[in-house]
Each structure stands twice: as C-alpha cells, then as structure tokens.
C-alpha cells in the first residue's frame, strides 16, 4: 500500500530560489530516501536519512526527517533548470520489510 | 557502462499477445525488482528476486510472472495482455534485501492496443 505523500504535488519556481518539497508518510520506518526522476528516464537516488537522523546534506540538498510528525522535507537550494524533475519519496518501513514504498511524486519546473 | 539495462524500451502490442521484458544489471548487487508506474506516475512494487529467490510477490496477476535465471537477470513475462496493463515498467537493483539505495533502469514502455 502506498506509504508516502509528497506536498505539493506541483511546484513551479524561477531559476536560483530554493524549493522545498514535504514528505508524510504512516508507519515507522527504518529509512526514508528521495528519487529524481526526468521525464521519460528512471529514478535516480539522491539521498537516504536514517530513522535516527534528523538532517542530512548532499551538495545543494537538504533533507530533514521528523519522525515524531511522520514527516520528511528535501530542500534544493539555488535550482537551475537542470533540476525540474518529478521527485519521490520512498519509505522502507519497520519490521523486516524489504519492500521500499514509493509516494505519489512531485512535479518541479525551474523556469530560467 | 549502463549499470541497469531493460529491454525493449518501448512495447506495441494488441490484447490478447504475450510479451516480455529482459533486465540485467552490471553492479554485482544481490537484489532485483520490478515496479510498475501508472499513468498517475505511481510507482509501485510487483517483484524482488535475492540472489535468484523469489522475496516479495505483490497482489500481481498471475498472467505476469518473472524469472531470474541468475542475480544479474531478472526478466518479467506477461500473458494474454489486457489495456489495464499499459504503463512503464522499472526494473531496479539494490546491493542488499535490506531497502537501501535502488539502483533503476531506464524503463520499458508498454502500450497495449
């Protein structure tokens, strides 16, 4: 079943502001992971947070995890064009599951 | 080098015809997947082989069945086609079971007429 739901399901900004896509999701999990995908392509990994992590970075990324609210955000900053992609994330819950579900996606167009 | 290659890239076919769609990864990684993505985009889990052994087996219709004939292939068959099975199909990998990082191809397009 469906375990994440990314907010908001478009988002359209101008080249060099920064995006911030949410994340909410049900059950506990052991990590949390967020995908790229460019239309008509596979999903590229960007980054995975642990249960026990509140906050990692990678380049212009950002991604918090509250697992309190049950709840992620990814934090591009300074987008470029290059970055419109729809973005996933994706939940490996609890309790030996290998299954790692995927939310509804995001759309994210950087306008030059 | 392409770490995880599907083919065909695109799939024509009327109702009724069975098809397939080969999968092979070049990263040594133990576990291989199939995912379905609708026209909505959502993804969603049909299979994962470790090393050649069968671990999830999603509510799929059993006219698709996958076959891994080692840890490096993972192949997906669908018989006696129907509309509803018209949507993009990912073949992914991962080092572990464990739900780490997925590794995904390119995806195979499937149109059913």
């Known amino acids: 079943s469906q375990q994440g739901e990314e907010d908001p399901q478009a988002l359209s900004i101008q080249e060099g502001e920064n995006a911030t896509m949410n994340c909410s999701y049900k059950t506990s999990i052991n990590n949390l992971q967020w995908y790229r995908q460019n239309s008509g392509r596979g999903l590229v990994h960007l980054i995975l947070i642990r249960s026990n992590e509140r906050e990692k970075h990678s380049g212009r990324l950002r991604v918090t995890l509250d697992t309190s609210k049950k709840s992620s955000s990814l934090l591009i900053t300074a987008s470029r064009a290059a970055d419109t992609a729809s973005y996933f994330c994706a939940t490996a819950p609890q309790g030996g599951s290998e299954k790692l579900v995927f939310g509804k996606g995001m759309k994210l167009t950087v306008n030059p | 080098d392409t770490a995880v290659s599907q083919t065909p890239k695109y799939l024509v076919t009327q109702m009724g015809n069975d098809k397939s769609i080969k999968c092979e990864q070049n990263?040594?990684?133990?576990?291989m997947y199939w995912y379905k993505q609708d026209s909505k985009k959502f993804l969603k889990i049909m299979f994962s082989?470790?090393?050649?052994?069968?671990?999830i087996n999603e509510t799929v219709p059993n006219r698709f069945s996958p076959k891994s004939p080692d840890k490096a292939h993972l192949n997906l068959h669908i018989n006696s086609l129907e509309l509803g099975d018209s949507a993009v199909y990912f073949c992914?990998?991962?080092?572990?079971?464990?739900?780490?990082?997925?590794?995904f191809g390119e995806g195979s397009r499937l149109t059913v007429l």
């Open positions: 082989y470790n090393n050649k052994e069968l671990i």
């Open positions: 990263l040594g990684h133990d576990t």
């Open positions: 992914a990998s991962s080092r572990f079971k464990n739900t780490g990082e997925l590794f």
